[in-house]
T-cell receptor, first 110, second 116 residues
Framework: GENVEQHPSTLSVQEGDSAVIKCTYSDSASNYFPWYKQELGKRPQLIIDIRSNVGEKKDQRIAVTLNKTAKHFSLHITETQPEDSAVYFCAAFYGQNFVFGPGTRLSVLP | ETGVTQTPRHLVMGMTNKKSLKCEQHLGHNAMYWYKQSAKKPLELMFVYNFKEQTENNSVPSRFSPECPNSSHLFLHLHTLQPEDSALYLC???????????????FGNGTRLTVT
């Protein structure tokens, strides 16, 4: 089955700096990769996604890159703000379901 | 604001109790899911229903019993739970789960369950 690893588990950055979170997956059959943001006490919310036929996607300060050969994908957040502080989960759609990474706790320090 | 509503938000129950979690989605989706979220662990898929039919039971103990009466409603019936079952239980929906087409999950706010 699919296995998704995510690094780092915690990340602290200064406000205005960039943050990068990386995920790897094991099965080349996975074809869709969403990223979710979960603020404390709230539900996970989709922030960006990418399909396997695309190498990069950007939405304002957030971008995702996908390297199918290496089987890894990354979330990039530029010009970080305190409201970006949350836990971020990557996921891979495999078979008929999503497999999630363990999450990265991002803290943006003012 | 969410198209997926879960009740109750918090639940405390003893190991001998029977309770049910409810989920309702207003997004017109055809697939619904139960996930368990424990501290420092990845989201664990429990059950999947696609067009009201259960398509996945991820080796979940029988003390958890799902019910999906229609594409908009999903229940999780709980009985004789253990303290280690304490977690956040998240419901989600998506347009469709099977085949080559896939769409993102939309989560509810979850039910924080504590088993005493």
């Amino acid at each position: 089955g699919e296995n998704v690893e995510q690094h780092p588990s915690t990340l602290s950055v200064q406000e205005g700096d960039s943050a990068v979170i990386k995920c790897t997956y094991s099965d080349s059959a996975s074809n869709y990769f969403p990223w979710y943001k979960q603020e404390l006490g709230k539900r996970p919310q989709l922030i960006i996604d990418i399909r396997s036929n695309v190498g990069e996607k950007k939405d304002q300060r957030i971008a995702v890159t996908l390297n199918k050969t290496a089987k890894h994908f990354s979330l990039h957040i530029t010009e970080t703000q305190p409201e970006d502080s949350a836990v971020y989960f990557c996921a891979a759609f495999y078979g008929q379901n999503f497999v999630f990474g363990p999450g990265t706790r991002l803290s943006v320090l003012p | 604001e969410t198209g997926v509503t879960q009740t109750p938000r918090h639940l405390v129950m003893g190991m001998t109790n029977k309770k049910s979690l409810k989920c309702e989605q207003h997004l017109g989706h055809n697939a619904m899911y139960w996930y368990k979220q424990s501290a420092k662990k990845p989201l664990e898929l429990m059950f999947v229903y696609n067009f009201k039919e259960q398509t996945e039971n991820n080796s979940v103990p029988s003390r958890f019993s799902p019910e999906c009466p229609n594409s908009s409603h999903l229940f999780l019936h709980l009985h004789t739970l253990q303290p280690e079952d304490s977690a956040l239980y998240l419901c989600a929906s998506s347009q469709e789960s099977a085949g080559s087409y896939n769409s993102p999950l939309h989560f509810g706010n979850g039910t924080r369950l504590t088993v005493t």
